[in-house]
């Protein structure tokens, strides 16, 4: 089990990303554009540098939903390996049996 506190901090950053999602995409809009002048996309530059880190949603981390372990995430189930052998032998995750040769 993950620390609680490491948790949270996750679920903040889901927050932030999806608080500050159309002001990210705005600014990256004219950041991009060419046909501006390279002052006002100097402007939107720092507008959005100035956005708080954790708003990015590459800072973002997979956790499993069951007991917030980082590694060995499954995407498709959104669980970590450890949860996904627990719950498929005993039989919780349909479709998967426990393999026995």
Do not use: D
């Not at 990303?17 to 159309?22: D, H, I, L, R, T």
């Not at 708080?52 to 980082?70: E, M």
């Amino acid at each position: 089990m993950a620390k609680k506190a490491m948790i949270e901090r996750e679920l903040k950053r889901q927050r932030l990303v999806e608080k500050y999602a159309n002001k990210r995409s705005e600014l990256k809009a004219i950041i991009n554009n060419r046909e501006l002048s390279s002052s006002e996309r100097y402007e939107a530059t720092m507008k959005l540098s100035q956005l708080p880190r954790n708003s990015s949603p590459t800072r973002l981390h997979n956790r499993c939903q069951i007991t917030g372990r980082p590694k060995g995430y499954y995407r498709k189930l959104r669980i970590s390996r450890i949860a996904l052998r627990e719950y498929g032998g005993f039989g919780q995750i349909p479709g998967m049996i426990k393999s026995s040769w």
